[in-house]
């Protein structure tokens, strides 16, 4: 069987550069990442200063009485240590308070940020690149790429950077007592570091990457399992479909494995080398104060300041062993950023407001990109006069739909032209073209918010009516449709909530506030695609009634399967079967 | 365990059975389980052993003047046990992992299972998407709480005993501050547990809804350039987004408070040990333990002190996996608690006896009562049969009796052996794959030129011709678009792959086009050709003309037809 395929990234060793346009939308908020990162890193000092003073303390004290016991005069200021053990306490918590308070703030603000980036950025594509994006999957995958964004700065950025400055630091204060204890330090835990977030990412790139992809893989091959589970099960091919679903479910389970084990071993390794590290800082500080160049109290308190570095580096061996899959992500997200750099038309519209345009596909084919030979429309001739109103007909899968499409240029012709009001569409301005269109899809997209704001969507863009124009302009629309009794029973009126995808509505009704929002557009070119399709016979007559009225003076282009499925047109022209 | 019970919610005995249900799935495990536990307990018990050797060579070198070269099978050892201390962290961490993975296998074969036995029909009330999601997102949301919580609930309790234990021999007005915090323990861990949940519930609807914003949003992009009002939308995405942050700082400032109570408790413990000890050394302090305290013991107290908090604070690190997993746990309870059809379908056998039998049987669908029956029906050896009837009449009920979708109430439905079926839904279930690959879904073993001879049966072959990659051209949502009548045939095909004697085919040409119709229709007549069993919903007039017996209903019960009756007007 052979596996769906996956919009994978274009250039799979590109390193982390594919993070580098992400970064950068962090780097807006730069203020707030560093003082997020120093918060961090008074954490630590707190909680290492805590450990150092309490042990410089103890051991002081321990001398001092033990000289007092021996009848020695001695003195030991008790207050300022104990002062400063009672602050290292209360800051490490209030400061580790703060940091989560003041970072979530932080990943959240960042949330929206690539949220809205991303939107503008998909925004940004051409119709026709979209069209080929609708996919189920591929919105779920667009999903969980920024969601893998989203943590970037608190697991992978701020981390391993307070991690370094904390080794840094602490081998600063072992050098202040003796230099060679600040380099033994930095001799072990510096590579420490590259192992545990570099050496790391390398050894989860490839099935951290991959993992990404089973897991699509397995959601896939899970839909089809339920989704095809009548006929699996009638023709007895559940048992040979679960096989495959098992494959892929070990294939992940496999690689789940091997990135497990990786960062286990990495937890391991900052054990090892921690620990390691503070009790050969232990050995030399003993024998430096055995050889009279350290006090005994520095002596031991300095392994401890060793020690408290583990809270700090823990947690980096599986953040980064998943990096691939965060540089896959956002690889991922580029690309489709890539393509949006499209030359447009910028022509405007070559008409007065209002004046009804011609539309002529002159010698038009389309072939749709992987269908190379057969195309959807070849050679195809058609003209709409200005004001004319013209009923394409055939049976599904013909093109009349693709007709619509290279209008409205959700697709590009592969030979010949479209013109609209004397021009290419491909030169046209896309925001002026759209703002001549009316365009009734052949699906239904209501969106999840009120009535009201799923109609005044159609409205013009610069529309400048005042509420009162428009609320009008809203129940005008409806009347059209046949809504308007509805509408006005609802307890909440236009303030309704339309559910997801509209899906609280029944199909007619959705197809009804679609093309109540086509006319709220009062555009001089309207395409309906399958106008009247779900609607019962009654209010279909009225609404074809209301919509002739609506449509005079209008270019219009209708499309169905049979002409009496259409309101009044002056003329029919019918793909023949050979189209 | 005392750490985990201590959630007390609203919503307490769902969640009791969620975790007894988690429980029950980690029983499997329970090998790995003891491993990763047994090897938490090493690494508890080599960090007592590193920091006491720490704290002992310290009191040796500087208070009795010993040097680290006389002392050095000591530091040896001390080097040893950190290596140990690393190897043991990796095997409760590697048998965490296990335990985990193996969990998501075990509780996704048990899920399929479920699913399949449920069947079609009970699967269609809920939504597919969602169903997937639960096999695939629900259950990976189980490994952190197998791997990590687990064990870690079980350490967090056993860990600061051993510490606690040690140092009350070594000084027990000092352990006695660690053990002052040890009855608050419980209560952070309510406080933890309670944040968690608030935070996670809160932080999840809110979350939901705002992936839902902008997937929709996402979804209507083609709308929303259509009408020009994408940068609108580009606002509207960040001022959610920014509104679901201003609500949740709200709920994270409370629930981050319950993690600082943990941070308080830790630090403030630490300071005063360390301000007892000094003291006591000093001489300060004349009561109690105090004057026998050493350079040793008091330094062992020190580095023991944080670490005795460590357990509990990785189990707050893990609590978000405890909360996700009961979660998920909720979900596919309620799914694996729904009981499947007993899909009871006897068996006929003898060359004389009819393809199927239908002896009394009765249907009820629960709110809308009785739906099919009581009814008698014998379908002989080669029979075409018609079901006809207006929408909810039952023809699709009789079709998934058959199929033993659904359980009579009463009666009794035999098939003669073999008794294989073939299925052509009126929405046929079309795979992301190619050509090859939809039709290899039901028959795997079946070779490129049984599927050719299977299109052209079914009147693709002339589609096929077109296809330039043939066989493997793509279909779905990324590839070839079928039309409605090219996949009706499609799944003719798939009927002509199997040779299954029992052909049920539910209205195989509802809403196609004309030329469509005809094609179906000339691949039905092939079927009948080959003497095949045909039991077919429909409302179209020539697939009447073409059947053996045409078969209304009257308020559930079965009644003839004219074969060549007045054609209704096909809705």
Request: aromatic share 6%; glycine share 10%.
């Amino acid at each position: 069987m052979t596996e769906p395929r996956m919009p994978t990234s274009r250039s799979p060793g590109a390193g982390l550069k594919a993070l580098g346009p992400w970064l950068r939308v962090m780097a807006q908020r730069r203020t707030r990442l560093a003082i997020g990162a120093l918060l961090m890193l008074s954490t630590m000092a707190f909680a290492i200063g805590l450990l150092t003073l309490s042990g410089w303390f103890i051991t002081a004290t321990a001398l001092t009485g033990m000289a007092l016991a021996a009848g020695v005069a001695a003195t030991l200021d008790v207050f300022t240590p104990g002062s400063g053990i009672r602050l290292f306490a209360v800051g490490r918590t209030a400061s580790r308070y703060a940091e989560r308070l003041y970072n979530h703030d932080t990943v959240l603000r960042l949330l929206a940020d690539i949220r809205g980036w991303t939107f503008a950025g998909l925004a940004r594509l051409p119709g026709r690149e979209l069209a080929r994006y609708r996919a189920g999957e591929w919105l779920n995958r667009l999903t969980a790429d920024i969601d893998a964004l989203d943590n970037l700065y608190l697991r992978l950025l701020a981390p391993p950077l307070v991690g370094l400055l904390a080794i840094l630091g602490v081998a600063g204060v072992l050098a202040l007592a003796l230099p060679r204890l600040g380099i033994v330090l930095l001799a072990v835990l510096l590579p420490l570091w590259g192992v545990i977030t570099l050496g790391m990412a390398l050894a989860g790139r490839r099935p951290s990457a991959r993992r990404i992809e089973t897991l699509e893989r397995l959601r896939v091959r899970a839909l089809e399992h339920l989704q095809g589970l009548a006929e699996l099960r009638a023709f007895a091919a559940l048992g040979a479909h679960r096989g495959t679903l098992e494959t892929t479910q070990r294939r992940l389970l496999d690689d789940q494995r091997r990135l497990g084990r990786r960062a286990a071993l990495g937890s391991a390794l900052v054990t090892l080398g921690v620990q390691g590290a503070g009790v050969g800082i232990l050995c030399l500080a003993l024998l430096a104060f055995t050889a009279g160049e350290l006090s005994a109290p520095v002596a031991s308190m300095l392994p401890l300041a060793v020690l408290a570095l583990n809270e700090g580096l823990a947690m980096l061996p599986a953040a980064f062993v998943q990096l691939g899959a965060t540089r896959q992500a956002a690889a991922r997200l580029n690309d489709q950023a890539a393509l949006s750099s499209v030359e447009e038309g910028t022509h405007a519209w070559p008409l007065a407001p209002g004046e009804a345009p011609e539309v002529v596909f002159d010698d038009v084919s389309l072939r749709y990109p992987g269908m190379e030979s057969t195309p959807a429309l070849a050679h195809l001739d058609l003209r709409l006069a200005a004001g004319e109103r013209l009923a394409v007909l055939g049976p599904s899968g013909s093109g009349k739909s693709s007709l619509a499409q290279l209008v409205a240029r959700a697709f590009d012709p592969s030979d010949g032209h479209v013109r609209v009001a004397g021009r290419d569409v491909r030169d046209l301005a896309p925001v002026a073209l759209r703002a001549r269109l009316g365009y009734l899809t052949q699906h239904t997209e209501l969106f999840h918010a009120s009535l009201a704001d799923n109609l005044r969507l159609g409205l013009p863009v610069d529309h400048g009516l005042g509420e009162e124009a428009i609320e009008r302009a809203l129940w005008q629309a409806l009347w059209i449709v046949d809504l308007d009794g509805w509408a006005r029973e609802l307890p909440q009126g236009l303030e309704t909530w339309v559910g997801e995808a509209g899906r609280q509505l029944s199909g007619g009704q959705a197809r009804r506030v679609a093309l109540a929002r086509v006319i709220l557009r009062d555009a001089p070119l309207v395409l309906l695609d399958e106008p009247l399709a779900g609607l019962d016979e009654a209010t279909a007559g009225i609404v074809a009634e209301r919509l002739d009225t609506w449509l005079d003076g209008r270019s219009v282009l209708m499309f169905a399967h049979r002409r009496d499925a259409l309101p009044r047109c002056d003329r029919a022209w019918s793909f023949t079967a050979a189209a | 365990m005392s750490a985990s019970r201590s959630t007390s919610s609203s919503s307490a005995s769902p969640a009791r059975a969620s975790r007894r249900w988690l429980a029950e799935q980690a029983r499997d495990v329970r090998g790995w389980l003891t491993l990763a536990v047994a090897a938490g307990l090493a690494v508890g018990v080599l960090t007592l052993v590193q920091l006491g050797l720490m704290a002992w060579l310290i009191s040796a070198v500087v208070a009795r003047d010993a040097t680290l070269t006389s002392l050095w099978p000591y530091a040896a050892g001390l080097g040893g046990t950190v290596l140990l201390r690393a190897l043991a962290q990796w095997a409760q961490e590697t048998c965490g992992l296990e335990a985990g993975l193996r969990v998501k296998a075990r509780v996704r074969g048990q899920l399929l299972d479920h699913l399949a036995a449920l069947g079609p029909v009970r699967l269609a009330e809920r939504h597919s998407a969602s169903s997937a999601g639960q096999l695939v997102d629900q259950v990976e949301a189980l490994e952190g709480y197998v791997a990590r919580y687990l064990p870690q609930a079980t350490l967090a309790v056993v860990v600061p005993l051993l510490f606690l234990g040690v140092a009350f021999w070594l000084d027990w007005l000092a352990a006695s501050f660690l053990l002052l915090a040890a009855p608050l323990i419980p209560l952070f861990m309510a406080l933890v547990g309670m944040g968690a949940q608030r935070l996670n519930e809160q932080q999840f609807q809110a979350m939901t809804r705002l992936a839902g914003h902008f997937l929709d949003r996402v979804r209507g992009l083609t709308t929303l350039q259509l009408f020009g009002r994408t940068p609108q939308a580009t606002d509207e995405v960040v001022a959610v987004a920014d509104d679901y942050r201003r609500r949740s700082m709200k709920t994270l400032r409370v629930a981050f408070l319950s993690s600082a109570v943990l941070e308080f408790f830790a630090s403030v413990s630490i300071a005063v040990i360390a301000i007892y000890i000094g003291f006591g050394l000093l001489g300060y302090i004349q009561f109690g333990p105090a004057e026998q305290l050493t350079l040793f013991s008091g330094l062992f107290l020190l580095f023991m002190a944080p670490d005795f908090f460590q357990p509990l604070r990785l189990l707050a690190q893990h609590y978000h996996d405890r909360a996700s997993a009961l979660g998920a746990a909720e979900g596919l309870r309620d799914l694996l608690a729904q009981s499947p059809p007993r899909g009871a379908v006897e068996s006929l056998t003898g060359d004389a006896s009819p393809r199927a039998r239908l002896s009394d049987v009765v249907v009820s669908h629960p709110g809308r009562g009785r739906v099919l029956g009581p009814l008698d029906m014998t379908i002989a050896d080669g029979e075409v049969i018609a079901l006809v009837g207006p929408s909810g009449a039952g023809k699709s009920t009789l079709l998934q009796l058959l199929a033993g979708f659904i359980d009579a109430e009463a009666g009794q439905v035999a098939l003669r052996e073999p008794t294989r079926l073939a299925w052509l839904d009126q929405r046929p279930f079309l795979m992301q794959g190619t050509l090859a690959d939809n039709l290899r879904l039901v028959a795997p073993e079946a070779s490129d030129a049984q599927l050719r001879e299977a299109l052209a049966a079914a009147r693709l072959d002339t589609l096929l011709a077109t296809l330039p990659e043939g066989l493997d051209t793509p279909l779905g949502e990324r590839g070839l678009g079928l039309s409605g009548g090219q996949a009706s045939r499609l799944a003719l095909a798939r009927v002509f792959l199997s040779d299954a004697p029992l052909v049920l085919l539910d209205e195989p040409t509802a809403s196609l086009d004309p030329d469509s119709e005809r094609l179906v229709i000339e691949g039905l007549a092939t079927l009948v050709a080959q003497g095949r069993t045909l039991v077919i919903a429909t409302h179209h007039p020539a697939v009447m003309r073409m059947a053996d017996r045409v078969l209304g209903f009257d308020a559930g019960r079965l009644t003839p037809r004219a074969t060549h009756a007045t054609p209704e007007v096909p809705s």
